[in-house]
């Protein structure tokens, strides 16, 4: 079971809010090159569902990747997610990382990942698949930490 | 209830299914149902947005109607493709497609059963509404809830590998003439190694709905029973079939009304009507002299369609433990099983023939490279038939001499079953309905109804929007007089 979890979602035919999802795909094709897919999954996904829950089950540390409309546009933020049950009645379709945390303790009493949520603030999120200039350079900062942190978590 | 009682019934919108819906029960004049009717309130217009695109697009588009059953939306559009190509496909390129619809089966059939309707099996019908959820599957039972979240997620790894795009959802990789990559010795290996716990999985759930099934009586009385006739593809042994095959009805005593049907001549035995209080059509079986069919009991030509229908047309299941649990099944009531609670059953049946049934295609290491016949349109129309995890799914495509679309026109699993859903409607709520006050657990009771069929409403009304749906409770003057609304 990988030690770490790595999901980013979102919806790439939708401008900035493919952020997550392009942030990941880049990082599950450098896991791969690098034949680290032992000690890491990348999930590249357009919305949380419940199988996502049975993949961080086994996870020491989760982290989500998503865009936001709710900071300003460029701006980097990193929370701490705990697991809670969704406050309206919950789909099949789509969740959020805390109800995805607490699915996955429903299934799996003993798990209990660390789980962050690094959420990138969009710009444009209309019908495109490029990004807004801003969320673009915002991506590549994005990017760089992720590298960094990987080399600093994966290190002996 | 009488002259100053409630009239009408409205449920919108309704939960836990594919799309979105109201339900409306009318009272007479003494207060008892005098009909009930599922409504799709809103139009997609696939048929009309494809005209004037190139006819090879239509599989990458068409798949996009539904996120839950793309591969069969693909699976029909390539074959109806096959038929504008005028080619026959190479024999890998088949069994490459037969194994994704297979996966899609094990996917589509599992979110059915454990996300959508496990809350009312496993919590019971009158639970409480905020615990009917697949939380609340997975604070009761844990073991069911891994089951199936296991289960979907392996039919859709096994979509992704077999396409190895990564795609989980729509793979684009089912194509006009075949498929557009071979299979991989990778993901043969890949996928047989998820065999024994999907396998372990699907039978400890075989065995609690089996176990459970008498707790649903008067479901199983009231849930859609009755004579109809029953209709989908069977392969040339008439197996268990949802890729290939020839199209075979029986009626409600089990006897073969018609077979050997070729599916691209679908139009010669279909009709299809339309009603002005939804989007959803109402086809119907029609013999070959042109006369509907009599389904002994129902008005002529009413089929239903999907996993109870499968189950009540083939000859033979051709995997030994689906084969067993089949037997098993056919034997709940002579002839054919008619209660539409059964679907549940026999879509956990599926299942564990889906798993058995990839396992032994993927035993020969030896894969040919060939996969996609290439041509180019030779003929202006083209007609493609696949089984849908709910049921016979047909596209029917016409191009003019550039090899644009002209005319399309889709055949939905959930508008075969449109019709009995209706009907099932109206015979639970006679059922179930049986004073002035209405409790949530009959509004529930209606809503499963519609369930049990499965239906995917955003792929048979061709919806877009809002999803789930209400109940309402109509006068005989047609007033709403109670309204469930759950967002």
Redesign the interface.
Known sequence: MPRLTIIGYGNPLRGDDGLGYHVAERL?RKVEQEGRGRDIEVL?L?QLT??V???VSGSERVIFIDATCRLPPGRIACEEIVPR??R???T??HLDPAGVL??AR????GCAPQALLLTVGGDSFGYREAFSATAAKSVSAVDRALDQWLEGFLSP | MAANGPTRIEIAPVTRIEGHAKITVRLDEEGRPADARLHLTQLRGFEKFCEGRPFYELPFIMQRICGICPVSHALASAKACDGILAVTIPEEGARLRKLANLAQVIQSHSLSIFYLSAPDLLLGMDAEPATRSLFGVAAADPQLARDGVLLRKLGQQVIALLAHTGKRVHPGWIVPGGVATPLTEKAREEILALQPEALAAIERSLAWLKRIMERFGPEIRAFANFPTLFMGIVGPNGELEYSNGWVRVVDATGKIVADRLDPARSPEYLSEAAEPWTYMKFPRFRKADGAEASSGGTPDGIVRVGPLARLNIVDQVDTPLAAQEWSEFRALERGVVLSSFHYHYARMIEVLHAIEKIGAMLTQPALDKRVQAKAEPNRNEGIGLAEAPRGMLIHHYKIDDQGLVIWVNLTIATGFNNWAINRGLLQAAKSFITGPEISDGTLNRLEAVVRAFDPCLSCASHAIGQMPMRVQLLGPDGMVIHEARRE
């Open positions: 599950a590249v357009q419940p199988e829950a049975e993949a049950f969704p309206h009645h919950p099949t379709h607490a699915l429903l299934l799996d009493p």
